[in-house]
């Protein structure tokens, strides 16, 4: 009784759940309702053996930490894939923690010999902003992207949908423009890493 679980909640004062697969670590709502989402969003974390829980800081985990594991994943899908051979990495939506927790992911491996350019995109409101940050090797607003190196291999990283946005992309010279749908790719790739760990594991579960 009274005790803290982390994981995707629904907004709401109630909430009944149908626990599995319980154990130290957690448990994982196996009702019907929610089989057809990603793994991820139906395990929920015992607070006092979460390793990345601060109890000072749960407003900030609450926050971050669900956009930060999509940052994470899509980081991990570029590096699977090699970049592509990109150079250039552009980020729509730039301003938004997802993307710019991707560029933090990405300059992390800034020192790599695979490593690229990160280029973020975002609007004049937010430019500012997005610069302060430190993430970006460049910062642009969408109305310059003409500016943008198209004599560089470039992956694009859709973070916006904004079909608007990807036309004003340029697919010159040898750009090579990838257009993600953020939530599909991070959701495929988490597969692959739960797979990974699967066929690692002595028990095989």
């Known amino acids: 009784m ?22 130290e670590r957690g448990f994982v709502d196996a009702a019907p309702r929610r089989r057809e989402l990603a793994s991820l969003y139906n395990q929920y974390l015992r607070c006092r053996t979460d390793p990345f829980y601060r109890e000072d800081e749960e407003a900030l985990i609450a926050l971050l930490r669900p956009l930060f594991i999509t940052s994470f994943l899509i980081d991990d899908f570029l590096y699977d894939n090699a970049l592509f051979a990109a150079r250039q990495i552009l980020i729509s939506s730039a301003s938004s923690k997802t993307a710019y927790g991707l560029a933090f992911c990405l300059g ?10 990160v280029v973020g995109l975002t609007s004049p409101s937010n430019a500012e902003f997005t610069r302060a940050l430190g993430c ?12 943008i190196d198209i004599d560089a291999p470039t992956v694009y990283v859709d973070m916006s949908g904004d079909a608007g946005v ?14 993600v749908t953020v939530r599909h790719l991070a959701e495929a790739q988490l597969l692959v890493r739960a797979t990974d760990m699967k066929s690692r594991t002595p028990w095989g579960a």
């Open 2 to 23: 009274g005790e803290r679980f982390y994981g995707y909640f629904p907004m709401a004062d109630e909430v009944v759940l149908q626990p599995a697969h319980l154990g």
């Open 108 to 117: 992390a491996r800034s020192q790599a010999a695979d490593s690229a350019t």
């Open 166 to 179: 990807r036309a004003a992309v340029p697919r010159a010279g040898r750009a090579r423009v990838v257009a």
């Open 136 to 147: 970006y090797d460049d910062v642009l607003v969408y109305q310059d992207a003409s500016r």
